[in-house]
């Protein structure tokens, strides 16, 4: 290792260790171990540029194991990210610094996505690498390789022991995702200790089984054996590579390293101070690095600016040559409002249609005439696909074969699947929706909540919404997950009650810049509902009113808004004044006027009733002390839908009844 190289490696290697001192919090075993190979990978393999974090074609870096992030801060200090300081990394881990403790995307620039959750950034680079093939084989032509990138993910036993990583490389090696890199920091070491007390697994043979091409560099401070390793990894372009780097955490700290307490807690001053000594580091003062380094890092950074430059001319005579494609390229990347704009106009796409039919199917629908116009939309389902109509018709499937394809199947996968999703969407230029029955959702949740972290507008369709699955069971039939997702910030929820209600989700799916949607969609037919509309958008409001001030308001989603309606013929009949309120989004709802909500659920109207066949979790907030639901309070049951919704009481009789009782 030269000097100069060795003295960058190292001042990664300072400047983390003093971050997490001062912090007195923080991870230094990962950024001690794994100094060499990210700097080795930024410096001399990888195409980025600093001075324009998202150039389209640079290649993607994630490190998966979030807790190292001090190893990511350094490189974006030392390349001139963002103008990360010297004094930003002095206040690691502190409120409103823009180094927290695990990196955010949208917060750090540089940051590709947020990771924390071990394995999860695994799956997100799958995503990347999918969205890379796909959109390379839209655009590129003979001699413009316009996309042409890199997905390079860093993490370490923790990420390859979490089960989302083998549903995430299972599918990449099924794909042959020729320009995924795994970088395996491998030292042997978890929090309790030696991996060998859980994982004596041979790591390796389960990657070549997925279809990765495996390497192994036996010296984790081998510069130029990791250079080799990565380039033998990117000459294979039929397999993902997967590179297991032997490395000992906590490298250079002679009381800590190659031990577990060098993971999650500060070295301590004086360990601190026998780093710097041991690395042969000139100073003892903190976050010093010798100025040499630094213009090291500047000219890197300006020629990588130079390896942009040359693309944009490439990409510049790419567009006279084709303008088609440079069109194209622009819808892809921005063409969303004219979507809206052409949807917005669409009669056929907000008609009520005139016989009863699923949520599910009507979404189904929706996709092949939304795919249409939306070149750029690309998703799939987990295995269910027929069942969750999400099937793009005449689309292909994409595989190893077809990366045209926009179809895409995740297999039985759904954590994966989730991450997966997130990650066509931090890649740019393509807009994802994945797919599951919504019981199933409890596998998708903690890659969700990233989604909403992240403020990534992904796209669920959650579809066998409620008891109305029918005969297979309580295992099958969601129950509370409604209220689990209703309870996320960033993220809404909706659940429409018929055709018109569903074109709304779709429309306010597409429309969200910033949050995640969850469509909420039925498997038995439901009924086109007189008085659904747009208003939907709003997330509630009144669907069938009475005259003058209502003495009871009924609220409903879904497949309960026609038992609301025909609860309240009832009522009316009785001679009381009744308005029905559909609520398919409470989130959208919420983030409305308090004007609004006031016309629809006056607080002087506080005999209300809430219908829903799912938990009654969260109702509280519309029904008052005075009011009451109509919901589930244990799991569902096997048998018919329509025995199954008079069994647990989701009838017009039994809401009118319970009405009475206010």
Not at 334 to 356: P, Q, R
Not at 522 to 537: K, V, Y
Request: proline letters at 4%; hydrophobic letters at 40%.
């Amino acid at each position: 290792m030269n000097s100069i190289d060795n003295l960058s490696v190292n001042a990664i290697r300072v400047l983390s260790a003093d971050a997490i001192q001062k912090a007195n919090s923080g991870h230094p075993g990962l950024p001690l171990g794994c100094a060499p190979m990210a700097y080795e990978l930024w410096m001399k393999h990888m195409n980025h540029n600093p001075a324009d974090p998202d150039w389209a074609n640079r290649d993607r870096f994630i490190l998966s194991g979030g807790h190292g992030s001090m190893l990511l801060y350094s490189l974006l200090h030392l390349f001139g990210y963002g103008n990360l300081s010297k004094e930003d990394l002095t206040k690691f881990r502190q409120l409103g610094s823009m180094t927290p403790g695990h990196p955010e995307y949208g917060h750090t620039v540089g940051v590709e996505a947020t990771t924390g959750p071990l394995g999860a950034g695994m799956g997100m680079a799958v995503g990347m690498a999918i969205a890379e093939a796909h959109m390379a084989s839209v655009f590129n032509k003979e001699n413009y390789p316009v996309v042409d990138h890199y997905t390079y993910a860093l993490g370490g036993d923790g990420c390859m022991m979490e089960g989302i990583s083998s549903e995430a490389f299972s599918l990449a090696g099924t794909l042959g995702l020729g320009k995924l890199i795994i970088l395996y920091d491998s030292n042997r070491i978890s929090i309790e200790g030696s991996t060998d007390l859980a994982f004596t697994e041979n790591v390796e043979k389960r990657m070549e089984a997925f279809g990765f091409q495996t390497l192994l560099v036996e010296d984790g401070n081998d510069l130029e054996a990791i250079g080799r390793a990565i380039e033998e990894a990117k000459a294979d372009t039929s397999r993902p590579s997967f590179i297991t780097i032997r490395t000992e955490i906590g490298y250079g700290c002679p009381a800590k390293q190659g031990k577990a307490s060098a993971h999650g807690e500060p070295l301590g001053a004086e360990n601190v101070d026998a780093l710097k000594e041991n690395l042969g580091w000139s100073s003892k003062e903190p976050f010093y690095v010798p100025q040499e380094v630094y213009d090291h890092f500047e000219k890197a950074a300006a020629d990588l600016a130079e390896t942009e430059a040359a693309w944009n001319v490439m990409f510049a005579a790419y567009c006279e040559e084709y303008p088609e494609m440079e069109t194209l390229w622009n819808q892809y990347y921005g063409g969303t409002a004219e979507v809206l704009k052409a949807l917005d106009a669409d009669e056929s796409f907000w008609a009520a249609g005139e016989k009863a039919d699923a949520t599910r199917s009507l979404s189904g629908k929706i996709i092949n005439k939304v795919k249409e116009l939306m070149p750029n939309l690309i998703g799939g389902s987990a295995d269910l696909g027929p069942s969750n109509k999400t099937v793009m018709n005449g689309e292909g499937d994409f595989s190893l074969e077809n990366r045209n394809a926009r179809n895409l199947h995740f297999g039985v996968r759904e954590l994966a699947m989730t991450a997966i999703g997130n990650g066509i969407m931090l890649h740019g230029g393509l807009r994802a929706f994945v797919a599951t029955f919504f019981v199933f959702s409890d596998y998708v949740k903690p890659m969700a909540r990233l989604s909403s972290l992240m403020q990534v507008p992904l796209t669920f369709v959650f579809t066998h919404d409620s008891i109305g699955v029918g005969e297979d069971g309580p295992t099958h039939e969601p129950v509370e997950q409604l209220a689990m997702f209703r309870a996320m910030p960033n993220f809404h929820v909706i659940r429409p009650c018929d055709a018109v209600e569903t074109a709304a989700a779709w429309y306010s799916a597409l429309a969200s810049e910033k949050t995640p949607t969850a469509l909420i969609l039925s498997r038995q037919n439901l009924a086109p509902m007189t008085g659904s509309s747009r208003d939907a958008l709003k997330g509630g409001y009144v669907l069938d009113d009475c005259e003058g001030t209502p003495d009871l308001i009924l609220m409903a989603s879904g497949s309960e808004v026609e038992v609301a309606v025909k609860a309240k013929e009832i009522l009316t009949s009785e001679g009381r004044k009744v308005r029905v309120v559909s609520m398919p989004s409470t989130d959208l709802f919420e983030e409305q006027s308090a004007e609004y909500r006031e016309s629809v659920l006056p607080k002087a109207v506080r005999k209300r009733v809430a219908v829903e066949a799912l938990s009654g979790f969260g109702w509280d907030r519309y029904v008052g002390l005075d009011g009451a639901t109509v919901t589930m309070t244990g799991f569902g049951a096997s048998g018919p839908a329509a025995q199954l919704f008079e069994y647990f009481g989701f009838t017009a009789e039994h809401v009118a009844e319970v009405a009475r009782s206010l």
